[in-house]
């Protein structure tokens, strides 16, 4: 019985699915250039840029947020219209509770 050797040379599909995500993380990183992107940018943008199915891209990732990770090194940005529309939510509840103590107090 002899041992796998590490120096095996890579088939074609290895070499197609290589290419893939290349190419996807190629197209993410050119549409996620611009600070704000990540929010509006989603999956199928990125896909059209890669000129594939949204399939071909959750072929190779299984989220947004995997992609941005792979494709950006880092964890996805948090700021965007749902965050800033639940932070607001949250300031007004704060806001509420401050008024309603002050109210009670006095």
């Known amino acids: 019985m ?14 197609a699915k290589a290419a893939t995500q290349a190419k996807l993380i190629a197209a993410a ?8 992107t990540y929010e509006a940018i989603g999956i199928r943008e ?17 989220s947004k947020a995997d ?3 792979i494709a950006m090194g880092y964890e996805p ?5 749902a965050v ?5 939510a949250e ?5 509420c509770a401050v008024a309603i103590a002050e109210r009670e107090a006095a």
């Open 77 to 81: 940005p948090v700021d965007g219209p």
């Open 84 to 88: 800033r529309k639940l932070l607001r």
């Open 91 to 95: 300031a007004g509840r704060a806001a």
């Open 67 to 69: 992609l941005w990770r």
């Open 46 to 62: 990125i896909a059209d840029e890669m000129g594939m199915s949204t399939g071909a891209v959750f072929a190779n990732v299984a």
């Open 2 to 15: 002899s041992l796998p050797t590490t120096t095996e040379t890579p088939n074609k599909r290895q070499i």
């Open 29 to 36: 990183r050119r549409l996620w250039a611009e600070p704000g």
